[in-house]
């Protein structure tokens, strides 16, 4: 069901208080109104009692008339008792959700609890007390051994799970918001803490709910919402392959992950050294706790896409070198023949010869990228080019916080041209749309193509002049990067490549 929003409550509040207060002033009335005409009232009564039951003794209306001051004395307390119940939920209602609800300040639902209840135990014996002052109502809790054995055992449970609430309270331990592992019970996020238990939901959206009590006897782990959790994540790779490109290749591919904090670097070290290969863990921290098992999956899917690529290999006790080395060749290396077939009708390095792009074939890797994995980013500098030859890419800048999307590049589109061509920083970031198996090329590679095709140099040019051009566009007029023309892009490519000469 829905929950009443505030003004409704504010109209509920003062309607059910006004009822309430104008019975209070009513009652006295009445009373009065009872004891002037008692007399009258008695005689009336026991006309009635004896027409209806027969004759009596008068005794019947005397009790009759106790019994109407007891009830409405009773009532009276009953009447001030709500007043006062309602007036402080909905000064609660006021006070925490409204007034404190922007703060980062955070009442406890505990203490908020314990508050209320004492307010409602004071205010209950004064009230008490003013319509019974013969009544010591004190002395009948502290000195009746029956009646605290009663509300002893029967709220035996209440209180230890109150006091354990209480001392967890004093303690802090874990907020509303955190992720909590109770060993044997499950994990979640706390979502309340009442003077009963804790309220947690859990990672498949149910609830587990746990008395303060058994809580407190318990190890529990908590993951602090503002705080930078580490998670641990582990793999293993040959023994052949070079710890050193390991520990760089993996630390790379994690630290672009979504969700890993940039402010720690991930650790990637040896844990064993085992039977079948090098056992790893890669440690990082987490901006979202809460997306943990989202971000442990990607970074071992990012760590089995850059082993790929590096041609770095996993251990497993059951299989070979050999088979793993098939199992490469057969998921993304291509033949040269193909790598050829895809250059040649890329447009712009139609001019070249067959041997040149042969050549440029022979001198180029293909590299697999997953789905939403950049391939190179703004401001890194840049050593090659690459031609997309499965898949496709998308071109992005960021502008002030903004993420703008300038382009998307499929097979036989051509990138990172700007930096392999210029010298300068990567102008913007290319991400995997999809799988995408790109070629790169090297500047080594590409020189002495260029140094025999003027024309190459020529068409490459126009196309850094086009697309510079749209980068300035989209960039802040504060930014540094100025239209440029295309003999200045001639120019620095030929200087840059030392083709003046
Ligand atoms: P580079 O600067 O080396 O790295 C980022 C690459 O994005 C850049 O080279 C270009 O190849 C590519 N790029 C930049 N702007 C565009 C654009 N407007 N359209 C297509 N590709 C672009």
Redesign the pocket.
Known sequence: MEKPNLPRKILFFVIFAGIVIFLLILIPFVEDLLSANIVGFKEAVNEYISRVFGKTEGMMAETFVALLVQFFRILKVILWMSLIVSTIRFLRTLIFSTALRSSAYEFSTLLQNVLSIIIYIVTFFIIFNSQYPNVDLAALFTTSTILGVIIGLAMQDTLGNLFAGLAMQADQPFQIGDVISIPTKGTGVIENISWRGVKIRTFQNKFLIISNSVLGKEAIEVAPRDNLNARLVFFNTLYSNSPAKTIHTVREVVRQIENVSQKIRPIVRVRNLGDNGIDWEVKYWIEDYLKHNDTDALVRQRIWYALKREKIDFAYPTRTIHIETKAAENGFVETENEVFERLSYVPIFAPLSDEETQELAAGSRVRVFAPDEPI?WQGQP?KSMFVVHKGSVK?QIKKESQTKT??T?REGD???????LTG?P???T?IAEEETQVLEIDNFCLKPILEDNPELVESFSRIVEE?RN??AEKQSERDTMKKTDNAGVFHSIKKFFGLDS
């Open positions: 190179v840049g071109v300038l382009n590049l051509f990138f990172g041209e700007m930096g392999l300068e990567r102008t913007a290319v697309r749209l980068l």
